[in-house]
């Protein structure tokens, strides 16, 4: 059976609903909320197949800007690969992984992605690498204090608020120029009010969000977004407790500010595979979570 290959359709009221259908049923994220704060733009792109109006298989690309090794590069990283169940085993998720790394191949340093563990044997099939990642930690020893808390979580109920976000997000500094990522407005404002929406500290002074959370013993860094490098351990102190012992980060930082421990990373949901002619890498950073497709 032929079906219909449909790209751009954003503006289609009803391809863009049966992909917010889709995506819930497959992954039980719902898109709508983010589309309808203006966050979908050119950089994320869906490559599908219709049958009628109804989008059956999909392949989306964001475009990304990664700082690596020193060098701004232009990539592409897949994501939201689904097909719906009445519509699998007809290859259908592998014809657009095909046209995808036919049409980016030549035009961007490298295409990469994060797959969960049922599917690690898919992806090598169109050139794909595996590649472990690291992860980070720190001690919150005699060496830091709780300070007094000066920042406002931020309400992306608020226009304000969104307004904001939306402006730290366009406009942010990569965390570290080992591996690093900037102008990727689509993927953290999604990170910021789908996934993190009540993990949002801003500190007016500085202009710096932090995501994150305290919990029991840890606090756990998501992000730090800035658009001009300012000192994150006063900002940290801020967020924890007496109780706090332990400090995690989910992105790689050139910060100096106080010792950090990596190790390799074991995950069964985010394994990162690489397809590249050209670059090499390190198993001593990983890419921010809220960059993650």
């Not at 979908?40 to 298989?57: E, H, L, P, T």
């Not at 998720?93 to 790394?101: P, Q």
């Not at 730090?224 to 790689?252: D, M, Y």
Request: glycine residues 4%.
């Amino acid at each position: 059976m032929s079906y219909r290959f449909v790209t751009d359709y954003q503006n289609n009221n009803l391809l863009r609903q049966s992909f917010f259908e889709l995506a819930l049923a497959t992954f039980d994220i719902d898109f709508k909320p983010w589309f309808e704060i203006g966050a979908w733009d050119d950089n994320y792109r869906c490559y599908s197949y219709a049958d009628g109006d109804q989008i059956i298989a999909n392949v989306s690309v964001n475009l990304m800007t990664v700082h690596h090794q020193g060098q701004k590069k232009q990539a592409v990283q897949i994501g939201t690969v689904m097909t719906h169940p009445d519509y699998q085993q007809q290859g259908l998720a592998g014809k657009l992984m095909d046209h995808v790394v036919t049409h980016y191949d030549q035009r961007v340093a490298f295409i990469y992605l994060f797959a969960n563990d049922q599917v690690l044997d898919f992806y090598p099939k169109y050139g794909f690498q595996p590649y472990d990642e690291s992860q980070f930690t720190f001690a919150i020893d005699q060496q830091w204090q709780p300070l007094p808390k000066n920042y406002r979580q931020l309400n992306c109920e608020s226009a304000s608020d969104l307004a904001l976000l939306r402006e730290l997000a366009f406009n942010r500094r990569p965390n570290s120029q080992r591996l690093g990522i900037s102008n990727n407005p689509s993927l953290l404002l999604f990170y910021a009010t789908i996934v993190f929406p009540h993990q949002l500290y801003y500190f007016e002074k500085q202009h710096t969000l932090i995501i994150g959370e305290q919990s029991d013993d840890t606090i756990t860094i998501f992000d730090v977004v800035q658009t001009q490098k300012e000192a994150i351990k006063p900002l940290i102190s801020q967020l924890i407790t007496n109780e706090t012992t332990t400090g995690q980060l989910f992105f790689t930082t050139d910060n100096q500010e106080f010792p950090i421990e990596q190790q390799l990373q074991f995950t069964t949901e985010d394994h990162l595979f690489i397809r590249s002619q050209s670059e090499t890498w390190s198993n001593q950073t990983c890419f921010p979570l809220t960059s993650h497709g």
